[in-house]
């Protein structure tokens, strides 16, 4: 997958550190233009004129990978945080936010402080520590974002056995699933129904099964499937199944 660069409401807000998670229960497509031969201009092949423009294919290829990581990253962000919870609109700055899953704050879009960076009120990014008392900026939390994508691939390529071998929409899925949940409990074994989908293509199966929950205080238990449906779209997969019965869990 590329470098990352990319509207749920608050009580379907991420949780990237449940106690536990469950498994169970979102693509875009090139448009090739025709080419209309004028009077006088040889014709241009169609394979040329993908959006209208004369590019080479390896360029349009590339545009077409890129554009699909961020309608992906756009998707993380909108389930994480797509009320923006914490920004301040008059200073355009951005200061850490209640979890809904309680225990520490959540900075940006779904960065959830470590009891060390709440207690000294600053994180890390780009190597530099950065005070959050008098918020980020837009770039910042943009980098915090990005930061920790790049820290769940990693770790998932760690974890995952074959993880570089995988679909890129099926990668992102389970970078998805990192991120809500924590990377070290996204592995082979742990969601076994999941993986098995993955190796038969089995996109309506996987839709059902990336399916992840949270506890609140209070003890409620809450499914995330508008974040499933959401990303699922985003990446491309395809048979959408009936999300309001069917949905296992493991």
Same mark, same amino acid.
């Given at each position: 997958?590329?470098?990352?660069?990319?509207?749920?409401?608050?009580?379907?807000? &991420?949780?990237?550190?449940?106690?536990?998670?469950?498994? =169970?229960?979102?693509?875009?497509?090139?448009?090739?233009?025709?080419?209309?031969?004028?009077? +006088?201009?040889?014709?241009?092949?169609?394979?040329?004129?993908?959006?209208?423009?004369?590019?080479?294919?390896?360029?349009?290829?590339?545009?077409?990978? !890129?554009?699909?990581? !961020?309608?992906?990253? /756009?998707?993380?962000?909108?389930?994480?945080?797509?009320?923006?919870?914490?920004?301040?609109?008059?200073?355009?700055?951005?200061?850490?936010?209640?979890?809904?899953?309680?225990?520490?704050?959540?900075?940006?879009?779904?960065?959830?402080?470590?009891?060390r960076? #709440? %207690?000294?009120?600053?994180?890390? @990014?780009?190597?530099?520590?950065?005070? @959050?008392?008098? +918020?980020?900026?837009?770039? #910042?939390?943009?980098?915090?974002?990005?930061q !920790?994508? &790049?820290?769940?691939?990693?770790?998932?390529? %760690?974890?995952?056995?074959?993880?570089?071998?995988?679909?890129?929409?099926? #990668?992102?899925?389970?970078?998805?699933?990192?991120?809500n949940?924590?990377? =070290?409990?996204?592995?082979?074994?742990?969601?076994? %129904?999941?993986?098995?989908?993955?190796?038969?293509?089995?996109?309506e199966?996987?839709?059902?099964?990336m399916?992840? /929950?949270? %506890?609140t205080? /209070?003890?409620?238990?809450?499914k995330?499937?508008?974040?499933?449906?959401?990303?699922?779209? /985003?990446?491309?997969?395809?048979?959408?199944?009936?999300?309001? +019965?069917? @949905?296992? &869990?493991?």
């Amino acid at each position: 997958m590329t470098n990352p660069f990319f509207r749920q409401t608050l009580d379907e807000q &991420a949780a990237p550190y449940p106690e536990e998670e469950e498994e =169970g229960v979102l693509a875009e497509t090139a448009v090739s233009i025709p080419y209309e031969e004028e009077p +006088g201009p040889v014709m241009k092949p169609l394979s040329t004129q993908t959006f209208g423009f004369n590019e080479d294919p390896d360029i349009q290829a590339q545009k077409l990978y !890129d554009e699909a990581d !961020d309608q992906f990253f /756009s998707s993380m962000k909108e389930v994480e945080n797509g009320i923006r919870a914490g920004y301040n609109e008059q200073t355009g700055l951005w200061k850490p936010h209640e979890s809904v899953e309680g225990g520490t704050d959540t900075l940006g879009y779904g960065h959830k402080l470590t009891p060390r960076e #709440q %207690k000294g009120g600053f994180v890390t @990014i780009d190597g530099e520590r950065v005070e @959050i008392g008098d +918020g980020l900026t837009d770039e #910042q939390v943009e980098r915090l974002f990005q930061q !920790d994508i &790049a820290k769940v691939e990693r770790q998932l390529e %760690k974890n995952i056995e074959g993880y570089e071998d995988l679909p890129d929409k099926y #990668q992102k899925v389970l970078i998805n699933l990192g991120f809500n949940i924590g990377a =070290g409990k996204v592995n082979n074994k742990g969601w076994p %129904k999941l993986f098995k989908a993955m190796k038969e293509g089995d996109d309506e199966t996987v839709r059902k099964e990336m399916i992840t /929950s949270y %506890k609140t205080p /209070s003890g409620e238990r809450k499914k995330l499937i508008n974040r499933a449906r959401t990303i699922a779209d /985003s990446v491309g997969l395809g048979n959408k199944p009936n999300y309001a +019965g069917g @949905i296992t &869990a493991q």
